[in-house]
């Protein structure tokens, strides 16, 4: 099972970019997602986070106040819109999933089980 991430790419310092996760059949409404993103050399890094009803949601320090997580209502499908770009953003975003329950919280982003091959972000000072 293959999340499928897109809207990446080239940018100047202060645009905008939304990025956009698709989860196939297997990964539906019921499903927790989450984004990271990751540069050459460097650990994956945790972005945000989102529960299957919508209802939390949770940020990496850096992205508080600039990127913002939301999903289709009872969908497979998640957003990450980026405002207010930095070069430091430049990274392989990706996107993942794990089967929500009643008891989700968006803080618990560490064990996703379904992942994306990412989309390229880079952006130019």
């Known amino acids: 099972v293959q999340l499928q991430a897109s809207g990446g790419g080239l940018v100047q310092a202060g645009d905008s970019l939304r990025l956009t996760c698709v989860g196939p059949?297997?990964?539906?409404?019921?499903?927790?997602m989450a984004w990271f993103r990751q540069t050459p050399g460097k650990e994956r890094e945790f972005v945000a986070s989102?529960?299957?009803?919508?209802?939390?949601?949770h940020y990496a320090d850096f992205a508080q106040g600039r990127f913002t997580i939301s999903r289709a209502a009872r969908m497979n499908t998640a957003y990450l819109q980026m405002n207010s770009l930095k070069p430091q953003d430049t990274a392989t975003y990706y996107c993942a999933a794990k089967l929500g329950t009643t008891y989700s919280r968006a803080e618990d982003y560490n064990d996703m089980k379904y992942w994306g091959k990412g989309t390229q972000v880079t952006v130019s000072s």
């Open positions: 989102i529960i299957w009803s919508g209802g939390s949601t």
């Open positions: 059949g297997a990964v539906s409404g019921k499903h927790d």
